[in-house]
């Protein structure tokens, strides 16, 4: 069955280092964020990626970096540089088309999200 | 730019009872679409129900249904005949019609659902 795999589902870093959070997709979509989910705040978007070799910064992207090498993989590193890194991360994808042209196709597929703990 | 609030950080409702979650949003895009989601304590996001701003007619998916007053900005979930596995944080969400346009979350409302 086609969907997203999200790796480690838990996930513990020590202050001053750099960690990567893994997500894969079998769905054949073009399109794949990456969402910080905060207690009280909801989700936010850290950076997105319509195509592979191209990706752009969201609304929290301080602290993290991507990359889009491959179509089936949008890695999110978390730097050090992230003051709270403690959060619960999400990655999703989409096909990269309106939702009126889309269709009934259109709509986001979530992974099964990784917990990061910094100790 | 978008926007999205929901304003209620916790719902209670009795089993086979209804309940309505609010939501406004707010966009400067003429084409948009709205959504809620489910995210229960297995913490995967499940999509419950859309709603196409160009459409008059309010989205029904069974049990669930909206009330879309467009020029209230209005988004609200009605629930009926609640159900224990109806319990779980339900997010609003927006996103403009053109292929850039990213999805875009409320901060989340919890469903209790009591016996």
């Known amino acids: 069955d086609g969907g997203i795999t999200q790796s480690p589902k838990y996930l513990f870093r020590k202050e001053g280092q750099n960690v990567t959070l893994s997500c894969e997709q079998n769905?054949?979509?073009?399109?794949m964020y990456w969402y910080r989910q905060d207690p009280g705040q909801g989700l936010r978007l850290i950076y997105y990626s319509q195509i592979v070799n191209d990706f752009q910064k969201g609304d929290i992207a301080e602290g993290y970096s991507v990359s889009r090498e491959k179509k089936e993989s949008f890695p999110l590193t978390v730097t050090s540089a992230q003051k709270n890194p403690t959060a619960f991360y999400l990655c999703?994808?989409?096909?990269?088309?309106?939702?009126?042209?889309?269709?009934?196709?259109?709509?986001?597929?979530f992974g099964s999200g990784t917990r990061l703990t910094v100790v | 730019a978008q926007t999205v609030t929901q304003s209620q950080p916790e719902m209670s409702v009795q089993e086979a009872e209804t309940v309505t979650l609010s939501c406004t949003y707010d966009?400067?895009?003429?084409?948009?679409?709205l959504f809620w989601y489910k995210q229960p304590p297995s913490r995967q996001m499940i999509l419950v129900i859309r709603q196409e701003a160009y459409k008059q007619q309010n989205a029904t998916e069974n049990r669930f249904s909206v009330n879309f007053q467009k020029a209230a900005k209005s988004f609200s979930l009605k629930i009926s005949d609640s159900q224990l596995g109806d319990a779980a944080m339900y997010f609003c969400a927006s996103r403009g019609g053109g292929t850039a346009s990213k999805l875009t979350f409320g901060t989340g409302t919890r469903l209790q659902v009591t016996l």
């Open positions: 769905l054949n979509h073009d399109a």
């Open positions: 999703a994808s989409s096909i990269n088309d309106s939702p009126r042209t889309g269709g009934e196709n259109y709509g986001y597929t």
């Open positions: 966009t400067s895009e003429s084409d948009y679409y």
